[in-house]
């Protein structure tokens, strides 16, 4: 069964400064989709950035971008320059046919 | 683009009474997901349909539980009887099968007391 694990119920970052949340996840198939979603506290799901399995460069979106490695089924989100508009709970996904979701990254941005 | 449509926002309602969410999905869009939050089990995936079509309903936890989509723009999820463990935040999301992204409509937080 494809799960996706993320082993960093909270994290805390200086605004302004890096962070990197992680995201495994266990599946056979070699060709899908990996997402990371971000939920601020309207509780709106927004999709932060997307990697597609086949591609071996990483995806990035402004200050966010991702570290996959397939091989090692990994898929990191890190966000740059920290703002305090970035502290919400962050999910990573998998999808072949269906979006399997991790359990969640609280992440706060300290001022 | 309106985005997901989600109505009502907030449901709060008496332990036995039926509840009826609903949502209307980005147009276009060919596949629609229902998703429920809760703090201990996180987000699950209750049942998604593509082409207006149940595809899996293995996550919808009880018989109580049914979802219709009878048009490519409507969809509901009814609970009857409710129960206070159904309590939880209910999504509604909507995809292109091309894209796989999801779109999410911005939650319904019912409450049964």
């Known amino acids: 069964a494809q799960t996706v694990t993320q082993s960093q119920p909270e994290m805390s970052v200086q605004e302004a400064e890096t962070v990197t949340l992680s995201c495994t996840y266990d599946?056979?198939?070699?060709?899908?989709?990996l997402f990371w979603y971000k939920q601020p506290p309207s509780r709106q799901m927004i999709l932060v950035i997307r990697q597609e399995a086949y591609k071996q460069q990483n995806a990035t979106e402004n200050r966010f971008s991702v570290n996959f490695q397939k091989a090692a089924k990994s898929f990191s989100l890190k966000i740059s320059d920290s703002q305090l508009g970035d502290a919400a709970m962050y999910f990573c996904?998998?999808?072949?046919?269906?979006?399997?979701f991790g359990k969640g990254t609280r992440l706060h941005i300290l001022p | 683009d309106a985005g997901v449509i989600q109505s009502p926002r907030h449901e709060v309602t008496e332990m036995g009474q039926e509840v009826t969410l609903r949502c209307k999905p980005i147009s276009g869009h060919n596949s629609l997901f229902w998703y429920r939050q809760t703090m201990m089990r996180g987000l699950e995936l209750l049942i998604y349909f593509n082409n207006n079509v149940p595809i899996d309903d293995s996550g919808m936890p009880e018989d109580r539980f049914s979802a219709k989509m009878p048009n490519a723009s409507f969809s509901t999820l009814k609970i009857q009887p409710s129960e206070p463990r159904d309590s939880a935040v209910y999504f509604c999301?909507?995809?292109?099968?091309?894209?796989?992204?999801?779109?999410f409509g911005p939650g319904t937080r019912l409450t049964v007391t």
């Open positions: 599946t056979s198939e070699s060709d899908y989709y």
């Open positions: 996904a998998w999808r072949d046919d269906k979006i399997i």
């Open positions: 999301a909507s995809g292109t099968r091309g894209v796989y992204e999801q779109y």
